[in-house]
């Protein structure tokens, strides 16, 4: 355990909002997103990570507001913090569709930039296969928003973006 300050302290706690996807092989989408950070109970330089989405539908009739509809994607991991660098940082993830990946994020202040150093499939995961994220999460703390894009490429699409999520924390 150390005394110093956590370097992902401004990310700690549940962030909540909505997101668009759109990519050139699938129709567009709106989204919900809830996003979870959790500390190391035992103070060590890993943060837990959870994300779960689901599709936004139309209310109830005659109601023009999204709200939240069947699950989307979820995946979950550990930030892991090398040497409780305040530089460097590491993002290992698992998801449901067969993926595991490895991210490493270079962290500027409140900003991460992530990208794919690693990844693995199960043998049943679905092609065309994914083969590369990247990652921009931008954190304004006084404001309390996390607002971020998600590219990824996969064999038959090179990397484009797919993701622009802006959250609030809860």
Request: charged share 20%; with cysteine.
């Amino acid at each position: 355990m150390t005394d110093k300050p956590h370097p992902l302290e401004f990310l700690i706690g549940t962030w909540t909002g909505r997101g668009k996807g759109f990519y050139p092989t699938i129709p567009s989408f709106e989204f919900f997103e809830e996003l979870t950070f959790t500390k190391d109970p035992a103070g060590r330089p890993v943060v837990a990570y959870s994300q779960k989405t689901r599709r936004a539908v139309p209310g109830g009739e005659g109601e023009t507001v999204p709200v939240p509809g069947p699950p989307l994607h979820a995946e979950a991991g550990f930030i892991r913090l090398p040497g409780w660098s305040n530089e460097t940082c590491e993002l290992v993830l698992s998801q449901p569709t067969g993926v595991a990946s490895i991210e490493v994020g270079a962290i500027k202040g409140t900003t991460i930039d992530w990208e794919t150093t690693g990844m693995i499939r199960s043998p049943s995961a679905k092609a065309p296969h994914t083969t590369h994220f990247t990652r921009k999460w931008v954190i304004n703390p006084e404001e309390k928003t996390f607002s971020y894009e998600f590219s990824m490429a996969t064999e038959n699409t090179p990397l484009t973006r797919h993701l622009e999520v802006h959250l609030r924390k809860v």
